[in-house]
């Protein structure tokens, strides 16, 4: 299997393999960064107390919280069918979410850090019987180790960014050995999918953005009454899934605001909660009130701006504003996805960069169904008129809510693609019932 292996991925393996006894390190760093549950730093060894399910077990790897939810109706289609899924990922937040959003029958493990020890720990406990990786996280240690124990592996939701594509075709050699591992790439677009047959993909299918599928977000309703409460009668906007630079400039976006709508609250929910304290000790230096959710306040009149660290309640607050603003995207970390906000009947406003999801808010705002501001004074403008204009407002609702629905149907075309592995594993099952 080595001497198969391009010299970038030996040299990576051999060097992987020496740094284990460096590991203790790297864990105790992360622990201190609050980065690894120290009750379960095991799982990055390959090491766990659960035990494996009888019978055919679909694993599915994503790396965070975006590609966990964007798998969850598909793990809800494949329990429909009695298979038992072993969901892994590689953040904190992301097991917290999976712990919130699915059935306590599936089983949740951190993936093992990319060395061949802990990867053939893994592989040996769990011995799944289909891979499915979801975008673009690809390890190669667990790639090769998968291909040589005969693990059917597919790439699903699979994603190459503008700029990973340019980086990988430098190391053209290296990503084809990996790629070619994986039976079938699912692409979430033509463009992905182009890169993915360019990089050494040999069986590309287009089947769309699972994240288009996604179901709008769960909401406790007792909290949300509390908060609608607490709010009646003020204008609301969120500011969803903020990155660092973006908050001072919300914050001189609300002071403008503030100016004609007097009672406004802004709500800002930053995509890590653990930079709720920084956040607002940035909005108290600018002069404006801030409450913290994580110390379980909850705005008062005299709140301007609301910081929402906690995780998993993005549903509440999108039920509570009917203008929402797309993160990521006034500084190049990418955009996030608006999905969700949209399910829930909130018109969309964002930044420039939005390259981790072109297509997406290409066809939203050729069609209305979202806008882009890229300077604060045109978000100033452009919330302030959605805020004056509830008719303007929902016709982009309107609008975006029909762009969703014809990119929609990733799912059916995902688990048609899926179908054959699927009913092997379904034959699996019926011989050890037999």
């Given at each position: 299997m080595a001497s198969s292996l391009p010299l970038t991925l030996r040299v990576y393996r051999t060097l992987s393999a020496a740094a284990v006894p460096l590991t203790p390190v790297l864990f105790k760093r992360r622990l201190r960064q609050g980065k690894e549950d120290p009750a379960r730093i095991n799982e990055r060894r390959g090491v766990t107390g659960d035990v494996r399910p009888h019978g055919p077990l679909v694993w599915i790897h994503g790396a965070s919280v975006g590609e966990v939810l964007a798998a969850a109706a598909l793990i809800e289609k494949l329990r429909a069918l009695n298979l038992r899924i072993l969901l892994t990922s590689g953040t904190v937040t992301s097991a917290e979410i999976a712990a919130k959003r699915f059935a306590a029958d599936v089983i949740h493990q951190y993936v093992p850090y990319d060395s061949p020890r802990y990867v053939a720990r893994f592989l040996d406990h769990w011995q799944p019987s289909l891979a499915l990786f979801i975008e673009s996280d690809l390890w190669p240690n667990m790639i090769v180790a998968g291909a040589a124990r005969r693990l059917p592996m597919v790439l699903i939701n699979g994603r190459m960014s503008h700029r990973s594509f340019p980086r990988w075709r430098r190391f053209s050699g290296t990503i084809e050995a990996l790629l070619a591992r994986f039976e079938v790439c699912l692409a979430q677009s033509d463009t992905d999918a182009e890169r993915f047959a360019a990089l050494g993909s040999r069986n590309v299918v287009t089947t769309g953005n699972l994240k288009l599928d996604v179901q709008a977000p769960p909401a406790d309703?007792?909290?949300?009454?509390?908060?609608?409460?607490?709010?009646?009668?003020?204008?609301?906007?969120?500011?969803?899934?903020?990155?660092?630079?973006?908050?001072?400039?919300?914050?001189?976006?609300?002071?403008?605001?503030?100016?004609?709508?007097?009672?406004?609250?802004?709500?800002?929910?930053?995509?890590?909660?653990?930079?709720?304290?920084?956040?607002?000790?940035?909005?108290?230096?600018?002069?404006?009130?801030?409450?913290?959710?994580?110390?379980?306040?909850?705005?008062?009149?005299?709140?301007?701006?609301?910081?929402?660290?906690?995780?998993?309640?993005?549903?509440?607050?999108?039920?509570?504003?009917?203008?929402?603003?797309?993160?990521?995207?006034?500084?190049?970390?990418?955009?996030?996805?608006?999905?969700?906000?949209?399910?829930?009947?909130?018109?969309?406003?964002?930044?420039?960069?939005?390259?981790?999801?072109?297509?997406?808010?290409?066809?939203?705002?050729?069609?209305?169904?979202?806008?882009?501001?890229?300077?604060?004074?045109?978000?100033?403008?452009?919330?302030?008129?959605?805020?004056?204009?509830?008719?303007?407002?929902?016709?982009?609702?309107?609008?975006?809510?029909?762009?969703?629905?014809?990119?929609?149907?990733?799912?059916?075309?995902?688990?048609?693609?899926?179908?054959?592995?699927?009913?092997?594993?379904?034959?699996?099952?019926?011989?050890?019932?037999?």
């Open positions: 309703n007792a909290r949300l009454e509390r908060l609608m409460a607490v709010t009646r009668g003020r204008p609301v906007i969120v500011a969803a899934s903020t990155h660092p630079g973006e908050e001072e400039i919300l914050a001189e976006v609300h002071r403008e605001l503030a100016g004609y709508f007097p009672q406004l609250l802004t709500v800002i929910v930053p995509r890590h909660p653990s930079r709720g304290e920084a956040i607002a000790r940035l909005i108290a230096a600018s002069s404006l009130h801030a409450s913290l959710r994580s110390h379980e306040d909850l705005p008062t009149a005299t709140s301007d701006i609301y910081v929402a660290d906690t995780m998993g309640e993005l549903g509440l607050f999108y039920r509570l504003a009917p203008v929402v603003f797309m993160g990521g995207s006034l500084v190049e970390h990418g955009g996030q996805n608006p999905i969700e906000a949209i399910k829930l009947g909130a018109a969309i406003v964002h930044g420039p960069h939005v390259f981790n999801f072109t297509d997406v808010y290409d066809a939203l705002d050729a069609a209305g169904g979202a806008k882009q501001a890229g300077t604060p004074q045109a978000l100033v403008k452009q919330i302030g008129q959605w805020l004056a204009d509830p008719v303007a407002r929902q016709a982009s609702v309107d609008a975006a809510g029909h762009v969703v629905d014809q990119l929609g149907g990733a799912l059916e075309r995902t688990l048609s693609a899926l179908e054959p592995y699927l009913l092997q594993l379904r034959l699996e099952m019926g011989a050890a019932n037999a």
